[in-house]
RNA sequence: GCACCCUUAGCUCAGUUGGUUAGAGCGUACGAUUCACAUUCGUAAGGUCGCAAGUUCAACUCUUGCAGGGUGCACCA
């Protein structure tokens, strides 16, 4: 008997070392597969923000996958899991400038070049942990395919496919109103915004011969009309007229237009139109042919349009525009207001809505062909009502901003005009005139909103057009991420995987929920609670963290994820390597052929029935019912019944029933070990090289039982 | 406002297409334990499955309404 079993199991002993032996081996990649009997079986991985430290969220997605991942290749297929980071655009501009802030350095006293150049050195360094992290989590990733974001053949990719959209006329350069940041100095697209309820006020105004309600009167400089609905008769005589309004610094001549979007019953139904800093009024004025007028500056100031305003912030504008009102007698009544306001979903600050020339998806038949996929089943949404939210959102899409002023991504390959602010599209960076004009051509200085490059990682990382894998693995199988980026992440990537290759990207999609502390509460570094799967790991060991993660968490629910449970199936690893121990104790020198009794049959028949149950969950992504099945199995049924009875047979006098008995028991785990190993990869591994009957080498592409 | 989800034991949650006495983990109480495991074993307490109506031979499961909680989207300035 093997002396490893007379101690207790030791996690830390053994994972890294197991780690190691898979890695040598090669298996982790498919072309080095011995005994492929199937097709292939791809998941691209969701690549980590390569920014911090590996999280709780990220134990959660490399446990599905890698369940997922071993399951198949045990099963026969040529079986690839493509592991990547993410440079993370915003995101790791945002994280890197409160690093800076901390530093006492700003920045905007840095170059663009600088500021990458840093930012890349810090990501480089991040990445190796981050990698390491999923390393302990036991991913059987393919690392020789390992992709980053800012990869040369990515970048390409994404440039091939921008150019392929402003061919078609699919991307363009508009004036549009955007989401303006005043802290990050960025636009941002509409999902990057949260809104939140504020308490406002609502201010009656004389404008002219009307009377106007606004939260905004400091936005009076910028409004070049009053709207009214066109039923509303006591407006009737206004309608196409221009009037002229008293301001604290002048008249200001406004058109009166009439618009089904104003609200009889709101305020005065008079509504005055900022096209400028105003989503809707941005669009009342494109269907009225306004011109549009910007008070407020990229800081959140107001500009020299405003007169004696100017260089005020909004909040300070605002009061010393309402105080004048109230002197001028043109403030009329104030009321109480409650509303949503849009905010940056980093800081908190409000969006300022401003017109500026950005790039803009048309996302309007890109949605309908992404749409037509999931409701012809070329695509499965795992929880399957998630459906429903992936088609709301893009039956009701807008148009996207894909233009960020971070120095942090992929630049644009664009030229600007200087004189004439004309656009041209230039991959090859090759184009000096305008075609238009004959001015001279700037580069574009922004970068891709990081979701237009991420959008279309499965197709990328694979080599699209002409690379093997891209012929070999794609459409991929499988995309498994969390539930909160389904707009982000997996919509754009099937539009443009639609769009691109003409195909699906991926057939499933499995969605995740988040892991939240034993309290239900979110985790987060400022209230203490986060799970450091690192350290998780050393004390319980990583298949206990993986089991508590998969074990009763349905697809798409948040989870609570609580030590305790973590220790149980540290407690549960130590049962089977017990099971083994008893076993093995017993059957020493006990190899020779012997015909089961009928008691023994029907042990193995049952477990034979377990098995196929099993697998129809693992065949229809019910992990979590698998793994709780195993774990009731073998320790309540195996451990608590079956090995409990065997013992008067082992123990006993006759022969025959004491090697069948034997016999069905080794049977019995040497399957339990190759059912369990997608679920605890590393004890199971660990076991298996420590029996001296297993025939394969290796549990990683040992054959799953029929 | 619209959409989606949730409500099951003290706590955290499972429950696949409706089908016997509704399950797990943790916790609690009592007991056992030289012979794989104190990281053990046994026994027990604990649920009118949010509320109400309906469909059905049969509802935790399907339908409708209501209440509470959560999430997403869009907004009236």
Not at 101 to 121: C, H, Q, T, V
Not at 568 to 581: S, V
Not at 632 to 646: F, G, K, N, P, R
Not at 656 to 683: A, C, E, G, Q, V
Request: hydrophobic share 35%; glycine share 6%.
């Amino acid at each position: 008997m093997n002396s490893k079993f007379t101690k207790p199991y030791n996690p830390t002993e053994n994972e890294s070392v197991i780690y190691e032996l898979w890695e040598q081996s090669g298996y982790f990649n498919p072309d080095n597969l011995p005994n492929v009997t199937e097709g292939p079986f791809t998941i691209i991985m969701p690549p980590p923000n390569a920014n911090g430290q590996i999280h709780a969220g990220h134990a959660l997605f490399v446990t599905l996958e890698d369940i997922m991942i071993r399951y198949k290749r045990m099963r026969g297929f040529k079986t690839l899991w493509l592991p990547g980071t993410d440079h993370a655009g915003f995101e790791t501009q945002v994280v890197y400038e409160k690093k800076l802030e901390k530093e006492g350095r700003s920045r905007f006293n840095l170059s663009r070049e600088e500021l990458y150049a840093e930012i890349m050195d810090f990501v480089q360094a991040n990445k190796k942990a981050t990698e390491n992290g999923m390393r302990q989590l036991g991913a059987s990733c393919d690392w020789s395919r390992e992709k980053f974001t800012l990869d040369p053949d990515i970048i390409q990719t994404v440039y091939a496919t921008f150019k392929q959209m402003s061919d078609d006329g699919l991307v363009y350069r508009g004036e549009r109103i955007t989401n303006w940041c005043t802290k990050h100095q960025t636009s941002l697209s509409d999902l990057e915004t949260l809104s939140e309820t504020r308490k406002d006020k609502l201010y009656y105004m004389q404008y002219g011969p009307l009377v106007v309600a606004t939260v905004r009167p400091e936005t009076m400089f910028g409004d070049v009309a009053v709207a009214v609905n066109p039923d509303d008769e006591r407006y009737r005589q206004y309608i196409g007229q221009d009037i002229l309004a008293q301001t604290p610094i002048g008249e200001l001549k406004l058109k009166v237009i009439a618009d089904e979007a104003v609200e009889k019953d709101f305020g005065t139904g008079a509504l005055k139109i900022t096209p400028a800093h105003d989503a809707n009024d941005f669009e009342i004025g494109l269907r009225h042919n306004l011109p549009s007028v910007e008070v407020i500056d990229r800081y959140g100031k107001l500009n020299e349009k405003a007169g004696k305003y100017a260089g005020l912030k909004i909040e300070a504008a605002r009061e010393a525009v309402v105080r004048d009102l109230t002197e001028l007698g043109l403030l009329l009544k104030t009321e109480d207001y409650e509303h949503d306001v849009s905010v940056c979903y980093k800081c908190g600050r409000v969006i300022e809505p401003r017109i500026i020339p950005q790039w803009f998806v048309k996302m309007k038949n890109l949605a309908e062909q992404a749409v037509k996929a999931v409701k012809n089943k070329k695509i499965q949404i795992i929880p399957n009502h998630q459906e429903k939210v992936f088609c709301h959102w893009l039956d009701n899409i807008r148009d996207w901003n894909i233009s960020r002023q971070i120095a942090w991504g992929i630049p644009i390959p664009a030229k600007l005009c200087e004189k004439c602010d004309y656009a041209v599209v230039d991959i090859e960076n090759q184009k000096t005139d305008c075609p238009k004009c004959g001015g001279r051509l700037i580069k574009d200085p922004d970068t891709f909103d990081t979701w237009f490059s991420s959008g279309q990682w499965p197709y990328a990382t694979l080599g699209y057009p002409t690379g093997e894998d891209y012929r070999n693995f794609y459409p991929t199988d499988v995309m498994e991420t969390a539930g909160d980026i389904l707009f982000f992440w997996v919509a754009r990537m099937v539009m443009f995987g639609l769009y691109r290759t003409g195909q699906v990207p991926f057939q499933t999609v499995y969605l995740h929920g988040l892991v939240r502390d034993a309290k239900n509460q979110k985790m987060s570094k400022s209230k203490g609670n986060v799970i450091d799967p690192a350290v998780i790991a050393r004390k319980y060991g990583t298949d206990a963290l993986r089991m508590a993660l998969v074990t009763g968490n349905a697809a798409g629910t948040d989870m609570a994820l609580s030590e305790d449970r973590i220790k149980g199936y540290k407690h549960f690893a130590n049962k089977i390597w017990n099971i083994t121990r008893f076993i093995l104790e017993n059957s020493q020198g006990q190899n020779s052929p012997v015909d089961l009794v009928p008691a023994d049959e029907k042990l193995l028949a049952e477990f034979r029935a377990l098995t196929a149950d099993i697998t129809t969950d693992m065949e229809n992504f019910r992990f979590h019912l698998a793994s709780e099945k195993i774990y009731q199995y073998t320790w309540h049924t195996l451990a608590d019944v079956i090995l409990e009875e065997s013992k008067p047979l082992i123990f006993g006098n006759n022969e025959s029933n004491r090697l069948s008995r034997l016999l069905t028991l080794n049977i019995i785990l040497l399957d339990l070990l190759k059912l369990l190993h997608p679920f605890m990869p590393f004890l199971t591994e660990t076991i298996w090289q420590s029996l001296p009957q297993t025939k394969e080498k290796m549990l990683l592409t040992a054959r799953w039982p029929e």
